[in-house]
């Protein structure tokens, strides 16, 4: 089951005022991106973060979950929390670099 448009705005709305903000629909689903980063993921209409560990005790009682086939555990983030998703995506903002430019491919023709 893919993601809401509505419920992916209505996070995108949760985190007004943390930074640049950016939703990009990927396969049904959508990756939030704040300045820039990749921080939130919104699948089947849950909010997934990263597991880092600067987050083990803030996020310690919080449930775990897959987001889709093959992804790594991550925390399923409250998002109605408004002070706990601050204090979340300030952490994870900061930790996370930013993403490596992508090369472009260029075809060779055949003679």
Do not use: H, W
């Amino acid at each position: 089951m893919a993601s809401s448009i509505e419920f992916a705005e209505f996070v995108m709305e949760q985190l007004e005022g943390l930074g640049m903000l950016r939703m990009r629909k990927m396969f049904g689903e959508y990756c939030i991106y704040v300045n820039e980063k990749p921080i939130v993921l919104v699948c089947d209409d849950v909010v997934y973060i990263k597991m880092i560990p600067d987050l083990e005790l803030l996020m310690e009682r919080a449930e775990r979950g897959v987001p889709y086939d093959g992804a790594t555990e991550r925390y399923i983030l409250d998002i109605e929390n408004r002070d706990l998703t601050r204090e979340v995506i300030a952490i994870l903002e900061e930790a996370t670099p930013m993403p490596k430019p992508k090369k472009l491919r260029v075809k060779k023709l055949k003679a």
